[in-house]
């Protein structure tokens, strides 16, 4: 609980935008989605979503289910790629059981001793189901500006 207090904080003085507490647990998660790929962590990762999640990953060139997004995490744990990452919240809404969030990743996966920086960005929608939140939609894209 400190730790969660501790990152609102820490949210809320350095972008300015109030954050309640959904949205600091919700944003807690954020940061373990990313944790847990980082690692490798298949088993946790899958678990921060809903069995009926649809939503539009990065890698894919269409909407996808739950069974599509631990692939990125298998090749974590298997060696095959390294993520690095800065995460920047850019804010989150409330409603009823359902708390909306957005951020930007800064990105380095390396796969065969190749680097490659990106810039993505990240909307996730989580439920509370229970005593738990777990994603139910999503939508990433690239983060840049389209002049």
């Keep these: 609980m400190k730790k969660l207090l501790v990152l609102a904080w820490l949210v809320v003085n350095a ?22 790929l980082k690692a490798g962590d298949v088993t946790k990762y899958l678990e921060l979503w809903d069995e009926g999640f649809r939503g539009w990953p990065c890698a894919l060139m269409e909407p996808a289910g ?18 690095n990452y800065q995460l920047k919240y850019q804010g989150a809404a409330q409603y009823e059981g359902l708390v909306v969030v957005h951020y930007g990743v800064e990105q ?3 796969r065969g ?10 909307t996730h929608t989580w439920k509370r189901i229970g005593k738990q939140w777990k994603i139910v939609g999503g ?3 690239r983060w840049e500006s389209y002049q």
């Excluded at 807690?28 to 847990?36: G, M, V």
């Design 15 to 36: 972008g300015g935008a109030e954050m309640g507490k959904d949205e600091a647990a919700v944003w807690a998660q954020e940061e373990n989605y990313w944790k847990y």
């Design 139 to 141: 939508m990433c894209g």
């Design 66 to 83: 739950k069974g599509a997004v631990g692939k990125m995490v298998e090749d974590v744990r298997d060696g095959k790629l390294k993520v």
């Design 108 to 110: 380095t996966l390396e």
């Design 113 to 122: 001793g190749q680097a490659t920086p990106m810039r993505i960005k990240i």
